[in-house]
Nanobody, 124 residues
Framework: QLRLVESGGGSVQPGGSLTLSCLTS????????IGWFRQAPGKGREGVSC???????AYADSVKGRFTISRDDAKNMVYLQMTSLKPEDTAVYYC??????????????????WGQGTQVTVSP
């Protein structure tokens, strides 16, 4: 089954940018939707963005226009480019996958494969 490993987190000032990477292995991405989720201290997990290869991408309203999800087939990677970062973007970010071979990706689906998470901190 698909395995996921995130990287690229760190600390950045408000207005800055970071790109998170999700390295996948063990199966082809064509059979999965990949999502990025985040969890801030004391808060529940929030869906950020998802991608179903060749079909669609989707974004939470809070990140539309600032974050971009993409993939690199040659590297088995899924990326989350984050720009104009705000303190409220501070969270642990997780890459997740759900087996899906039809329909659009959607952040409300029960993603069942998860990476270990990477911390993003936005502060002055």
């Amino acid at each position: 089954q698909l395995r996921l490993v995130e990287s690229g987190g760190g600390s950045v000032q408000p207005g800055g940018s970071l790109t998170l990477s999700c390295l996948t292995s063990g199966s082809t991405l064509d059979d999965y939707s990949i999502g990025w989720f985040r969890q801030a201290p004391g808060k529940g997990r929030e869906g950020v963005s998802c991608i179903r290869i060749g079909v669609n991408t989707a974004y939470a309203d809070s990140v539309k226009g600032r974050f971009t999800i993409s993939r690199d087939d040659a590297k088995n990677m899924v990326y989350l480019q984050m720009t104009s970062l705000k303190p409220e973007d501070t969270a642990v970010y997780y890459c997740a996958a759900i087996l899906q071979n039809q329909g659009l990706c959607n952040l409300v689906y029960p993603y069942h494969l998860w990476g270990q998470g990477t911390q993003v901190t936005v502060s002055p």
